[in-house]
C-alpha cells in the first residue's frame, strides 16, 4: 500500500505566494534576475524619507542609495512599481535622466562610476501605493482603522517586493548593510519601524517624523511601517550575548491582553530558537512585536503580530495534534524567521524554502524544548495533513517566483528526517543547527550552500536526498518484497538519481534497526521479520511504502 499526504489548508503565513504562470515575461526578469544593471553596484546604506498622507491613502519622499561600484558602469537599475511616480534622481546636486519600463528603473550617470568608488544619488518618488486588500497574502500597505476609528497602517509586501511601496534595488541577493528610516506621519499618530528609535521631531502643523536606524543587513522586504495611535511597553531577556531589550507596541485597547500573551510566549521562545539556532541575531537592534491589522509577518527587529492574542494559528492547530494550541503561532514561528529569512537570507526568491523550511521546523523545535521529544514528533507528524506534493519546493530562478507551499511542511518533514537517519545524537544536531547560522550569519545564500553544509559536516553527500524533497513534486517510495526463500529485499523507487537514504525498520513491538537503502533491491537482514509484522518508522520519515 502506498501511504499518502493528508491534506489540508495550504498554510498561508509569511509572505505572498505567487501564483504560477505558464510562461514568463520580460518584466519578471527584470524583477527576479541578477543582471549587470543591479550587479554593478553594491548597496551599503539607505535613507528612506516618506511621509505618510493616510487621508489620501499617499506615501511621498525620498531614498537615497549609498552604494560601492564593483565595476566600472554608467547606467544601473533600481525598482520601484509602474503606479508610483519618480519626480526625479539627484546625484552630485544634479538631476540625471531615467527611463521606466514594467517596475523597473534605470538610471544614467553623466559621467563613468568607477570600479571601487562609494557614491550616492537620491530618488525623489510619490504617490498612491498598492493598497493590500489581503495581506500578507497579498501585497502593499493596508489602510484601515482601529476600534476607535483612528487610523491604522502598515506594509506587508514579501514576495511582491519592496518596491511596492518605496524604491530600491529589489533583490535578495543584496542587502543593505544599515539603514535610517524616517516616517512622518499625521498628529496623534506614532510610527513603528525597524531598528532602534533614535529620535522623535514635531513638526510644523502638528505632524510628527521617527527617525529609526537599523545598524545590521537588512533585506527589502522586511523594511516597514507601522503607524497607530499605539501605547508602548517592554522588558528585557537575559540572553546568550546578555541583555536583548524587548519593546511591544500595541493598540491601547489591547494592552492588559498583550502583557499577558507576550509574557507567555516570548521568553520561552527565545530561550528555546536561541538554544537551537545560536544567539538571537539582532542584539544591536532590539526585539520588537508590533501589533497589525494583518495576520503577521517576520519583519526583521520589528516582528508584525495579528494572532489576535490567542494561542494557535488565529485559534486554530495547524497540526491537529493538540499541541500547536499550547503557544502563540504567529509570535514563535515569525520569531524563528529572525535566524532563518533574516539574519539567512535565500539570494533567489526560488530558494524560499530556506526561509520557510527551518522556521517551520523551529516550530516543533519549541514544542520539544516546551513538553519533549514525543510531543514534537506528533507535531511535525501532524503537518502533514498540510502537504499537497503538488509541485516541486524549489521554484524557477531568476524571475522572483516560489515553489511549492510545500516549503513549509514538506520541509519540516525533511529536516526531521534527516535528523532522524542521520544525526540521532540531539546534542550533535543541535551544534549542526547552530553551526549553521554561525557559518552564514548575516548573508544570502543558496541551496547549494546549505547542501554543502550537510554534506561537509555529516561527511556524506546528502544532494540526491535534498533534491528529491526539493526538486521532485512526488515522495520517494520504499519497496518491500519477501521472496519465498531467503530474507525481505528492499529499495528506493525515487525520481531523483543516486537517491539513497537509511531507514528505520522492524518486526512488530521489536526495535528499530537502520537500513541503508538505494534504488538497488538489498537484503534486509532482520530476524522475524515478515509481511505481516513489518512496521516502517513512517512517524520520523515522510515516504511512500510498497509492499509486493
Same mark, same amino acid.
Given at each position: 500500500?502506498?501511504?499518502?499526504?493528508?491534506?489540508?489548508?495550504?498554510?498561508?503565513?509569511?509572505?505572498?505566494?505567487?501564483?504560477?504562470?505558464?510562461?514568463?515575461?520580460?518584466?519578471?526578469?527584470?524583477?527576479?534576475?541578477?543582471?549587470?544593471?543591479?550587479?554593478?553596484?553594491? *548597496?551599503?546604506?539607505?535613507?528612506?524619507?516618506?511621509?505618510?498622507?493616510?487621508?489620501?491613502?499617499?506615501?511621498?519622499?525620498?531614498?537615497?542609495?549609498?552604494?560601492?561600484?564593483?565595476?566600472?558602469?554608467?547606467?544601473?537599475?533600481?525598482?520601484?512599481?509602474?503606479?508610483?511616480?519618480?519626480?526625479?534622481?539627484?546625484?552630485?546636486? #544634479?538631476?540625471?535622466?531615467?527611463?521606466?519600463?514594467?517596475?523597473?528603473?534605470?538610471?544614467?550617470?553623466?559621467?563613468?562610476?568607477?570600479?571601487?568608488?562609494?557614491?550616492?544619488?537620491?530618488?525623489? !518618488?510619490?504617490?498612491?501605493?498598492?493598497?493590500?486588500?489581503?495581506?500578507?497574502?497579498?501585497?502593499?500597505?493596508?489602510?484601515?482603522?482601529?476600534?476607535?476609528?483612528?487610523?491604522?497602517?502598515?506594509?506587508?509586501?514579501?514576495?511582491?517586493?519592496?518596491?511596492?511601496?518605496?524604491?530600491? #534595488?529589489?533583490?535578495?541577493?543584496?542587502?543593505?548593510?544599515?539603514?535610517?528610516?524616517?516616517?512622518?506621519?499625521?498628529?496623534?499618530?506614532?510610527?513603528?519601524?525597524?531598528?532602534?528609535?533614535?529620535?522623535?521631531?514635531?513638526? #510644523?502643523?502638528?505632524?510628527?517624523?521617527?527617525?529609526?536606524?537599523?545598524?545590521?543587513?537588512?533585506?527589502?522586504?522586511?523594511?516597514?511601517?507601522?503607524?497607530?495611535?499605539?501605547?508602548?511597553?517592554?522588558?528585557?531577556?537575559?540572553?546568550?550575548?546578555?541583555?536583548?531589550?524587548?519593546?511591544?507596541?500595541?493598540?491601547?485597547?489591547?494592552?492588559?491582553?498583550?502583557?499577558?500573551?507576550?509574557?507567555?510566549?516570548?521568553?520561552?521562545?527565545?530561550?528555546?530558537?536561541?538554544?537551537?539556532?545560536?544567539?538571537?541575531?539582532?542584539?544591536?537592534?532590539?526585539?520588537?512585536?508590533?501589533?497589525?491589522?494583518?495576520?503577521?509577518?517576520?519583519?526583521?527587529?520589528?516582528?508584525?503580530?495579528?494572532?489576535?492574542?490567542?494561542?494557535?494559528?488565529?485559534?486554530?492547530?495547524?497540526?491537529?495534534?493538540?499541541?500547536?494550541?499550547?503557544?502563540?503561532?504567529?509570535?514563535?514561528?515569525?520569531?524563528?524567521?529572525?535566524?532563518?529569512?533574516?539574519?539567512?537570507?535565500?539570494?533567489?526568491?526560488?530558494?524560499?524554502?530556506?526561509?520557510?523550511?527551518?522556521?517551520? !521546523?523551529?516550530?516543533?523545535?519549541?514544542?520539544?524544548?516546551?513538553?519533549?521529544?514525543?510531543?514534537?514528533?506528533?507535531?511535525?507528524?501532524?503537518?502533514?495533513?498540510? *502537504?499537497?506534493?503538488?509541485?516541486? *519546493?524549489?521554484?524557477?530562478?531568476?524571475?522572483?517566483?516560489?515553489?511549492?507551499?510545500?516549503?513549509?511542511?514538506?520541509?519540516?518533514?525533511?529536516?526531521?528526517?534527516?535528523?532522524?537517519?542521520?544525526?540521532?545524537?540531539?546534542?550533535?544536531?543541535?551544534?549542526?543547527?547552530?553551526?549553521?547560522?554561525?557559518?552564514?550569519?548575516?548573508?544570502?545564500?543558496?541551496?547549494?550552500?546549505?547542501?554543502?553544509?550537510?554534506?561537509?559536516?555529516?561527511?556524506?553527500?546528502?544532494?540526491?536526498?535534498?533534491?528529491?524533497?526539493?526538486?521532485?513534486?512526488?515522495?520517494?517510495?520504499?519497496?518491500?518484497?519477501?521472496?519465498?526463500?531467503?530474507?525481505?529485499?528492499?529499495?528506493?523507487?525515487?525520481?531523483?538519481?543516486?537517491?539513497?537514504?537509511?531507514?528505520?525498520?522492524?518486526?512488530?513491538?521489536? *526495535?528499530?534497526?537502520?537500513?541503508?537503502?538505494?534504488?538497488?533491491?538489498?537484503?534486509?537482514?532482520?530476524?522475524?521479520?515478515?509481511?505481516?509484522?513489518?512496521?516502517?518508522?513512517?512517524?520520523?520519515? !515522510?515516504?511512500?511504502?510498497?509492499?509486493?
Amino acid at each position: 500500500m502506498f501511504l499518502a499526504a493528508l491534506c489540508g489548508f495550504v498554510r498561508p503565513v509569511a509572505g505572498q505566494l505567487l501564483q504560477a504562470k505558464p510562461a514568463f515575461t520580460r518584466a519578471d526578469s527584470l524583477r527576479g534576475y541578477l543582471s549587470p544593471l543591479r550587479t554593478c553596484y553594491d *548597496i551599503t546604506y539607505y535613507h528612506l524619507d516618506v511621509r505618510l498622507d493616510v487621508a489620501r491613502k499617499a506615501i511621498s519622499g525620498s531614498n537615497e542609495f549609498h552604494f560601492k561600484a564593483t565595476r566600472d558602469f554608467t547606467r544601473l537599475q533600481f525598482d520601484l512599481f509602474a503606479n508610483l511616480t519618480v519626480e526625479k534622481v539627484e546625484y552630485q546636486g #544634479k538631476t540625471v535622466p531615467f527611463t521606466r519600463e514594467a517596475n523597473a528603473v534605470f538610471v544614467t550617470f553623466p559621467e563613468p562610476i568607477r570600479q571601487g568608488s562609494q557614491n550616492h544619488f537620491t530618488v525623489l !518618488y510619490g504617490g498612491q501605493p498598492t493598497e493590500a486588500k489581503n495581506a500578507p497574502w497579498d501585497g502593499g500597505v493596508v489602510f484601515t482603522q482601529d476600534a476607535k476609528g483612528k487610523p491604522w497602517v502598515a506594509t506587508a509586501c514579501q514576495g511582491v517586493g519592496a518596491s511596492i511601496w518605496w524604491p530600491n #534595488k529589489d533583490q535578495q541577493a543584496d542587502e543593505v548593510d544599515s539603514m535610517l528610516i524616517s516616517v512622518t506621519v499625521p498628529k496623534g499618530l506614532k510610527d513603528v519601524s525597524n531598528g532602534r528609535l533614535r529620535r522623535t521631531v514635531l513638526l #510644523k502643523g502638528g505632524a510628527t517624523r521617527f527617525d529609526w536606524f537599523v545598524s545590521n543587513p537588512i533585506n527589502n522586504y522586511d523594511v516597514a511601517l507601522n503607524v497607530a495611535d499605539y501605547t508602548h511597553f517592554s522588558d528585557e531577556y537575559a540572553g546568550e550575548k546578555g541583555p536583548l531589550t524587548l519593546d511591544y507596541w500595541v493598540l491601547p485597547e489591547s494592552l492588559s491582553k498583550a502583557r499577558t500573551q507576550f509574557a507567555a510566549n516570548v521568553k520561552p521562545m527565545l530561550k528555546s530558537l536561541e538554544s537551537w539556532f545560536g544567539p538571537y541575531p539582532f542584539y544591536e537592534d532590539g526585539y520588537k512585536l508590533i501589533e497589525t491589522p494583518h495576520l503577521g509577518m517576520e519583519h526583521q527587529s520589528a516582528v508584525a503580530y495579528g494572532n489576535k492574542y490567542q494561542n494557535g494559528y488565529l485559534g486554530r492547530d495547524r497540526s491537529g495534534t493538540g499541541w500547536g494550541l499550547k503557544w502563540d503561532f504567529i509570535i514563535i514561528h515569525e520569531s524563528g524567521h529572525e535566524w532563518f529569512g533574516n539574519s539567512l537570507t535565500s539570494q533567489d526568491i526560488a530558494d524560499m524554502w530556506i526561509h520557510e523550511a527551518f522556521t517551520t !521546523y523551529s516550530e516543533a523545535l519549541f514544542v520539544e524544548s516546551q513538553f519533549g521529544q514525543e510531543a514534537a514528533r506528533q507535531y511535525i507528524h501532524g503537518q502533514r495533513r498540510n *502537504i499537497q506534493n503538488d509541485a516541486p *519546493i524549489i521554484g524557477p530562478y531568476g524571475v522572483n517566483r516560489e515553489g511549492s507551499s510545500d516549503m513549509y511542511d514538506k520541509g519540516s518533514n525533511l529536516l526531521n528526517m534527516l535528523r532522524t537517519a542521520y544525526v540521532p545524537d540531539d546534542a550533535q544536531w543541535r551544534e549542526l543547527l547552530r553551526g549553521l547560522n554561525q557559518r552564514f550569519f548575516h548573508q544570502t545564500i543558496t541551496t547549494g550552500q546549505v547542501i554543502g553544509y550537510f554534506n561537509q559536516q555529516l561527511g556524506q553527500d546528502l544532494t540526491p536526498v535534498f533534491n528529491q524533497y526539493l526538486r521532485h513534486p512526488g515522495l520517494p517510495v520504499l519497496e518491500v518484497r519477501f521472496p519465498t526463500d531467503g530474507p525481505p529485499q528492499a529499495r528506493w523507487i525515487a525520481a531523483e538519481p543516486g537517491f539513497a537514504l537509511p531507514i528505520r525498520l522492524r518486526p512488530r513491538g521489536g *526495535i528499530y534497526q537502520l537500513v541503508p537503502l538505494t534504488t538497488v533491491f538489498q537484503p534486509v537482514e532482520i530476524p522475524n521479520l515478515k509481511r505481516e509484522n513489518l512496521e516502517v518508522d513512517t512517524e520520523n520519515y !515522510y515516504v511512500g511504502t510498497l509492499l509486493e
